[in-house]
């Protein structure tokens, strides 16, 4: 091997070597790096076709969720505060100018990690037991609650959620802005879908009421739902 092939050698083992390192650098942050982590999805990014594809999965998860936890993350470290959960900070700082950028946040990140859990591949069977008992109460009946779900989904000006939720002794429906959340105002969440544009544009175009329906009739985790009724808001999104 000649001198100048040595030398060509040693410089694509040397880029190597400074590639490899790039690349495994930003796993050697621990978790200091990660206060308040990205819950994992609990099924496959196409388990929700065809209301919900998996390249807009893909989009909604690792670019909005992410992006949203990673902000968080970077937030925090400049802040000081200590967070015992997600949902005890947020009711902390809500109405704090000062944390208004950090509510944001994290209230995203919360709202997303509850939501992959309200969803499930062939979902959408009529709930029972306990749930079915109030959702009657409340609202008549399931087809009657979706009815109005629907509505009130379809109706939220511009990008928010729209929310089962206990109050008292009653089941409710709404609808937030933006990042907000009702775990912030010490209300009770049990089942929520996202109707930003980035949930189901990419599906469903501007035809939200569609796919808001789609997720009642072929996706919620009723399950989940039931859960949350007797779990406590920094509860509500199960642990890995």
Not at 111 to 127: R, T, V
Not at 210 to 217: G, I, K, N, R
Request: glycine share 6%; hydrophobic share 40%.
């Amino acid at each position: 091997m000649s001198r100048q092939e040595k030398k060509k050698l040693g410089k694509s083992v040397y880029l190597f070597i400074l590639i490899l390192i790039a690349l495994l650098l930003p796993n050697c942050g621990g978790e200091e790096d990660h206060i308040y982590p990205q819950k994992k999805l609990p099924y496959a990014l196409d388990a929700l076709e065809p209301v919900i594809s998996k390249s807009a999965m893909a989009v909604h998860y690792y670019k909005h969720h992410a992006g949203y936890v990673k902000k968080t993350n970077q937030i925090l470290k400049t802040t000081g505060l200590t967070m015992t959960s997600p949902a005890a900070l947020l009711r902390e700082i809500n109405g704090n100018k000062n944390y208004q950028a950090l509510f944001n946040v994290l209230a995203q990140s919360w709202n997303h990690a509850f939501y992959w859990e309200c969803l499930k591949p062939d979902g959408g069977k009529i709930p029972h037991g306990a749930l079915l008992e109030e959702i009657n109460a409340s609202f008549g009946s399931v087809e009657d609650f979706k009815k109005q779900f629907v509505s009130a989904a379809a109706a939220q000006f511009g990008s928010g959620w729209a929310w089962l939720v206990k109050k008292e002794d009653r089941l409710e429906i709404l609808t937030t802005s933006n990042a907000d959340t009702p775990v912030a105002h010490g209300i009770k969440p049990l089942f929520v879908v996202d109707v930003w544009e980035h949930a189901y544009y990419l599906d469903h175009q501007n035809r939200r009421k569609e796919f808001v329906q789609s997720v009642l009739d072929h996706l919620v985790n009723w399950h989940f739902v039931q859960e949350q009724l007797t779990a406590e808001p920094e509860e509500a999104v199960k642990k890995d």
